[in-house]
């Protein structure tokens, strides 16, 4: 790996030196996702300052073109309004991607469509496509993704215009809750696990991995939990098991009590979160409420390793959750 970088070093300042530009700007933002599509799968990439900055790299269970796509977006409950990184890509023939990563409050393009000529460099000497110097500047949007921006005075809002009607949140309704719970559950969480964080910096961390809460939901009958799981160290990490049980909140009283408490249903909760990504997944309960001398006590436990996480969840925040 080593030998890699200073490889990549390398070829990059020979780039430098003879008067090229070869990195751009990509506007990161809190409220945004910045998507990037490449020509290839991608095979690995590195962040310059990877606090506040967040990248989702691509899902091997995911679809077709799915190991092409990048999600960049800026940590939703930091406090800094400006901040500035270097970001590198490599792809699977071994060309190396450089950009400017910036943070704004609304980015001009949120979705960019990488051509194999702005790769600045091949990290196994292959001869690169250089049709116009000038391609840096002129990034098109992907039009497979057919977004519509449209911009009003105080926002922008961007959406996609073709969605699946079976998967709009128009669906849920109550005769869809009667007749068919599970399916209910999955489109609530499908619409909601990317929502912005409504409790801030609500965390338990060991080390540079972290299980964060974002949220506590109430809706029919039925308590949300949503969480982000964010593992920043370069190794994967192998989940065992996530177990919620209701504790009292005496941490070091010999008749400490808890009682399990079984999920109805479990979205999306990962088996594997990779090195330098994340995860975000929605576990729902039946819906209960704690008095103050009690909390909910969520343990994520590592297989084949020591970094556990264990995070208290107070009886204020269970008995006053957000109503959708």
């Known amino acids: 790996m080593r030998i890699a970088l200073l490889l990549i070093s390398t070829i990059l300042s020979g780039y430098l030196l003879s008067g090229q530009t070869f990195s751009d700007t990509l506007q990161i933002s809190k409220d945004f996702k910045t998507i990037l599509i490449f020509p290839e799968n991608i095979s690995e990439s590195s962040i310059g300052n990877d606090f506040g900055f967040i990248v989702d790299l691509p899902k091997p269970e995911g679809g077709k073109y799915s190991g092409r796509i990048l999600k960049l977006y800026y940590d939703e409950l930091a406090i800094e309004n ?38 600045v460099a091949n990290i196994e000497g292959k001869t690169m496509k250089k049709g116009n110097e000038d391609v840096l500047q002129k990034i098109r949007t992907e039009p497979h993704f057919d977004e519509i921006q449209e911009k009003t005075s105080s926002s922008i809002t961007i959406r996609q215009s073709k969605i699946k009607v079976e998967d709009s949140i128009d669906s849920a309704t109550k005769e869809l809750y009667q007749s068919d719970p599970l399916e209910y559950y999955r489109l609530r969480c499908y ?20 299980l964060w809460l974002k949220g506590v939901y109430y809706n029919e009958d039925e308590l949300y939990f949503q969480y982000r799981i964010e593992n920043k160290e370069g190794l994967d990490m192998d989940v065992n098991f996530i177990k919620h049980q209701i504790a009292t909140n005496y941490k070091n009283s010999s008749s400490n009590q808890k009682m399990e408490l079984n999920p109805v249903f479990v979205y999306k909760q990962p088996k594997t979160v990779s090195g330098k990504s994340e995860n975000h997944f929605v576990v729902v309960f039946k819906k209960f409420a704690l008095d103050e001398k009690k909390e909910v006590l969520v343990e994520l436990d590592e297989e084949s390793g020591n970094r556990n996480l264990s995070l208290s969840i107070g009886h204020e925040i269970i008995n006053n959750p957000i109503h959708f």
């Open 82 to 119: 400006e901040n500035v990184t270097n970001y590198l890509v490599i792809t699977d023939s071994g060309n190396v991607y450089d950009f400017l990563l910036e943070l704004v409050a609304v980015p001009v393009k949120t979705t960019w469509y990488i051509t194999q000529e702005m790769a």
């Open 191 to 210: 619409y909601m696990q990317f929502d912005k964080a409504k409790i801030s910096r609500y965390f338990s961390r060991l080390d540079n991995v972290f």
